[in-house]
């Protein structure tokens, strides 16, 4: 209609490899991102100066420590969470950084938006809740899980099955799917006015419509970078809580 | 949407259909590189130097706040100090003033006294002198005084009167004219 094709699916998520063929070690855009993700923040904290009154870089570096000091682990779990800090400010970055090459053009992709690292980050924090889990409660943690005392004692066997499949497959399933749809969704939605403000943009009746879909490009873009930060924020404060209840587990 | 894109493009064809749900395995591999190697990074190298310096920054704040603390205390026990000591000056000032005023008053009551006495001394001597001046006068004025009364009363006498005995008259008319 009106010359308007949209894009396959294929041609949103889907890159090239820029080597490695098909290898496991092939290197696409996604992979370029996720290494992006890494080497960003780290000269980010590199490059900060180290002075007694921060200034520029240093605030946003110093910022964004307390930031997951403040509003992820001391809500979440409170003050022994603290030892916990590099690993949430690793997965608070690295999600940030991969989601908001979104709205970086040129690159106009995140690295979330496809299923593999939300997927391994999940698998991270199941595995660090669970060894967090037996290491402060011992075998009682999953004892706690599968055999709920607060339950009566018939209904112990089902509740008990329904917390095993909660804790160890559906809260990291529901980490990764919610990063990695919400990223999606915002990547389709982008590339859905991109497109559109390209169509009515060359089409002569609907061109009076361009500044309305330009506009709802740009909003849209805006909003873009608020959820690349939201989702960070939830993916690392979600983190925040599971280890608190492995911590704390009955 | 994303749901009837990612069915549409399973539809298409077999060979073609992708599923975004399914993870590939490199960019597992490169994000599991780039984790990791953030994660050793974040944890031995770029978060110490800033934990460092944010420490330091809060040990120099409490220190300050707690020299701030100090100098507070202190000032208010040298001003608790000062406000006793201000309160003792002012008491030795008032017991000075009283004692001063005490002293005036005596040496003013000493003054006024011995004025009083000289005032008197003095007084008294005028007195004695304007009495012997009154005495010393009817002592000049007493002979003519007779003189004059017994010329006056030679003439209206006809006759000549002793002096003598017109002064004696005299006399004792002046002493006690009553």
Redesign the interface.
């Known amino acids: 209609m009106f010359g308007f094709e949209y894009p ?3 041609d949103l ?2 890159w090239p ?1 820029y080597f ?1 063929g098909d ?6 855009k ?3 991102i ?2 992006l ?2 080497i960003l ?2 000269l980010m ?2 490059l ?1 100066k ?3 009154v921060p200034r520029g870089l240093q605030n946003v ?2 910022g964004s ?1 307390e930031f997951v000091e403040n509003q992820i682990i001391m809500p979440a779990i409170g003050p022994e969470g603290l030892r916990y ?3 949430l ?2 997965i608070f ?2 999600v940030f950084f991969g989601n908001i090459f979104e709205v970086i053009p040129t690159f106009q992709m995140p ?1 979330n ?5 939300p ?3 999940a698998l ?1 924090v199941l595995v660090v809740f669970t060894v967090i889990g037996f290491k402060h409660n011992g075998l009682s943690y999953l004892k706690g899980i599968a055999w709920p005392h607060d339950v009566p004692i018939g209904l112990r066997p089902l509740v008990g099955f329904i917390e095993l499949l909660s804790v160890f497959l559906i809260r990291p399933f529901g980490l990764a799917v919610r990063l ?2 919400n990223m ?2 915002g990547h ?1 939605l982008l590339v859905t006015f991109g497109a559109l403000t390209i169509a009515v943009f060359t089409t002569s009746v609907l061109v009076v419509l361009t500044p309305l879909t330009f506009g709802m490009l740009i909003i849209l873009t805006a909003f873009e970078m608020f959820v690349s930060f939201l989702q960070a924020f939830v993916f690392a404060i979600l983190t925040a809580v599971y280890i608190d209840s492995s911590l704390h587990a009955h | ?2 749901f009837a ?2 069915f ?2 399973a539809a ?1 064809g077999e060979e ?1 259909a ?1 599923n ?16 990791a ?3 050793v ?3 031995y ?3 110490p ?6 420490n ?2 809060a040990a ?1 704040i409490q220190a300050d706040l707690d020299a701030a603390d100090a100098a507070r205390a202190q000032a208010i026990s040298a001003s608790a100090e000062m406000a006793d000591q201000l309160a003792d000056v002012r008491a030795e000032a008032a017991a000075i003033i009283d004692a001063v005023r005490a002293e005036a008053d005596a040496e003013r009551e000493r003054l006024v006294a011995r004025a009083e006495r000289e005032v008197n001394a003095m007084r008294e001597i005028a007195e004695s002198e304007i009495v012997a001046e009154r005495e010393q006068a009817l002592a000049s004025l007493r002979p003519q005084v007779a003189e004059l009364a017994v010329s006056a009363a030679s003439r209206v006498t006809g006759r000549s009167i002793d002096g003598g005995s017109a002064q004696s008259v005299v006399d004792r008319y002046l002493t006690n004219p009553n």
């Open positions: 396959s699916i294929q998520v889907v490899n490695g290898s496991f070690w092939a290197l696409n996604i992979g370029l996720s290494l993700a890494m923040p780290a904290f590199l900060s180290k002075e007694m570096v110093e420590v800090l590099p690993l400010l690793s970055l690295f690295a938006a496809r299923m593999a690292n997927m391994f980050l991270i990695f749809a999606l969704a389709i | 949407m994303l894109l990612l549409a493009e298409e073609e992708i975004p749900v399914i993870p590939e395995i490199s960019e597992m591999f490169w994000g599991i590189i780039a984790f190697a953030l994660y990074l974040v944890t190298v770029l978060l130097p800033i934990q460092r310096i944010r330091d920054r120099t």
